[in-house]
């Protein structure tokens, strides 16, 4: 079965052009698909034949609403989707002074196994199809009656181990025939798989590269993030250094503040002498609270420590303002708990 929303329109064309059918049947079935249509029964200018073909050749994705909570601080809403195959991903839709912010997943679980991370907890089944990460934004729209502006890869799972999907992803959610979210406004966030870096940095894109660091040195990186033992600080930064000087786009910086483990004075003048020149800002996350994890968030004055340290190497610091912490918005948490209650 063909997976008819992930498909560039020259592709649809040929596949109906191709079964015999004129080819401005395509340009009527393209619309449909982005208007958000879940079956082909709702493409009511099509003829039944064509009907049939699509219904027995292709398949649309969806992401069906399992469960939904709104934060009474902020109106944060996280969503738990169930897919066509019955997996489930998260997604969390952000309501910002500049508009509605998106972050979607790219797979369901994940494989890095980052020790302060929810999702890795749960295991690792399959990585998302571009049409399923489309389908994340446009239920989100249709639910809320909203349009979403900006989107984070930052749910569930690592974009970049998902590479061809999401490259797909980001030409088809940029299409001006489609939800038309201009580069600028999307986010990648990534763990740091450097051949992959280099890779992206060749499409130029013009999206931010958001790598998440969450330590100064390899000692203590390797402690929480098993890729640094595949690649290493050293060869992560330079990367970043040459995505910017390919792409010109400042490069930011994701470490969450964990206390007692990479919080220290002494972290953040390493984290400044790494980072020392290039062009980036560094995200402070206080850490949330994963089940069967013992980390805590950093005090706020080791924060506020933490920031001015950076400052004196020019380096750009804020401390991530926290949304929805009612609903534990951050990803991996609802399904988890879903699981565990008896659901996938």
């Given at each position: 079965m063909i997976d008819i929303k992930s498909i560039y329109y020259p592709e649809l064309e040929k596949l109906i052009v191709d079964n015999g059918f004129p080819k401005f049947r395509a340009k009527q079935i393209w619309g449909w698909l982005n208007k958000g249509v879940e079956s082909f029964a709702e493409m009511k200018n099509l003829p039944k034949n064509i009907i049939d073909f699509l219904r027995e050749s292709s398949y649309i994705s969806v992401a069906n609403i399992e469960k939904?909570?709104?934060s009474r601080y902020d109106k944060t809403v996280k969503y738990l989707f169930m897919l066509n195959d019955g997996e489930?991903?998260?997604?969390?839709?952000?309501?910002?002074?500049h508009g509605y912010s998106i972050c979607v997943s790219t797979q369901v679980g994940c494989k890095m196994g980052c020790t302060f991370c929810a999702t890795?907890?749960?295991g690792f089944s399959r990585s998302l199809t571009a049409s399923e990460i489309l389908a994340q934004i446009e239920s989100a729209q249709k639910d809320l009656n909203v349009r979403i502006s900006n989107i984070v890869l930052m749910g569930m799972g690592e974009p970049l181990d998902n590479f061809d999907n999401v490259i797909r992803f980001l030409k088809l959610v940029?299409?001006?025939?489609?939800?038309?979210?201009g580069m600028r406004h999307i986010t990648l966030s990534t763990c740091g798989i450097v051949?992959?870096?280099y890779e992206l940095a060749e499409y130029n894109f013009g999206l931010t590269l958001s790598v998440s660091l969450h330590a100064p040195d390899n000692e203590t990186r390797s402690k929480t993030m098993p890729i640094n033992n595949r690649y290493s600080i050293e060869q992560l930064i330079k990367a970043c250094r040459d995505y910017f000087d390919k792409t010109g786009r400042r490069v930011s910086f994701e470490y969450a503040m964990i206390d007692g483990v990479n919080d220290s004075d002494l972290n953040a003048e390493k984290l400044g002498a790494l980072l020392k020149g290039l062009n980036c800002h560094v995200n402070l996350i206080p850490v949330n609270s994963v089940k069967g994890s013992e980390y805590k968030k950093s005090r706020v004055e080791r924060q506020k420590a933490f920031v001015n340290i950076?400052?004196?190497?020019?380096?750009?610091?804020?401390?991530?303002r926290t949304l929805g912490s009612d609903i534990n918005a951050s990803c991996g948490q609802l399904k988890r708990n879903h699981t565990e209650e008896g659901g996938k």
């Open positions: 939904k909570l709104v489930f991903v998260e997604t969390v839709v952000m309501n910002y002074h890795g907890k749960s940029s299409n001006e025939d489609g939800l038309n979210i051949p992959r870096i950076l400052k004196k190497y020019s380096i750009t610091a804020t401390v991530r």
